[in-house]
């Protein structure tokens, strides 16, 4: 069935024709009509479209990280005061003593490992926002029971006082966690099928 195509083309009366004149040139313009070039116009702007998501990346993270700490949390390790008077320095758990300031710092970033971890969405806002009010009143107590620390003699009340505070806080987050937890299952349930099938 393969024949060589030198034998091909010895049997076959071949004509020896030119290509008309301007073949080429035709047929060029053809193809660029067919394909035409690239627009590089659209390259140049790839640098700015770069710019722009990062730019927008930037912000996104930042309004995130905004959300996510809020200043009503008390992080702060020194937090200030304002008296009519002047700006009063409190002290906190770790003025007092090395093993207080282990156990504030525990306590504290326990709860910003829990408020980072937690879904915020619409369909949870009202739970979410209860939560966070709650939290504030904790805060709002921290800070009195700091300032009392601080205009007093530490006694081991004030200080379990703080500790308990912390305690609650934390306390607050688990059962946010659980409760949004118990939310979401049939959600993830349905994606899961969604995705299987």
């Not at 009010?133 to 009392?148: G, M, N, R």
């Not at 601080?150 to 607050?172: G, H, M």
Request: no cysteine.
């Amino acid at each position: 069935m393969a024949q060589d195509i030198r034998d091909l083309f010895k049997n076959e009366k071949v004509s020896h024709e030119k290509m008309p004149q301007h073949h080429q040139d035709r047929f060029l313009k053809r193809l660029d009509e067919a394909f035409p070039e690239k627009n590089t116009s659209t390259s140049n702007y790839v640098w700015m479209r770069v710019a722009a998501s990062i730019v927008l990346l930037i912000g996104l993270s930042f309004g995130a990280y905004k959300f996510i700490n809020p200043n009503t949390s008390g992080i702060e390790e020194t937090q200030t005061i304002v008296n009519s008077e002047s700006t009063v320095a409190t002290k906190t758990l770790g003025d007092i003593s090395p093993g207080l300031k282990k156990v504030e710092d525990y306590y504290l970033a326990s709860i910003n490992l829990e408020l980072s971890k937690i879904k915020y969405s619409p369909e949870n806002k009202d739970l979410f926002d209860g939560y966070i009010e709650q939290l504030a009143e904790l805060d709002t107590e921290y800070k009195k029971l700091s300032k009392e620390l601080t205009n007093s003699v530490p006694s081991e009340l004030t200080v379990n006082a703080l500790i308990d505070n912390l305690k609650l806080r934390l306390n607050l987050l688990y059962r946010l966690k659980s409760q949004l937890e118990e939310l979401t299952p049939s959600e993830v349930g349905t994606e899961e099928v969604k995705q299987i099938s």
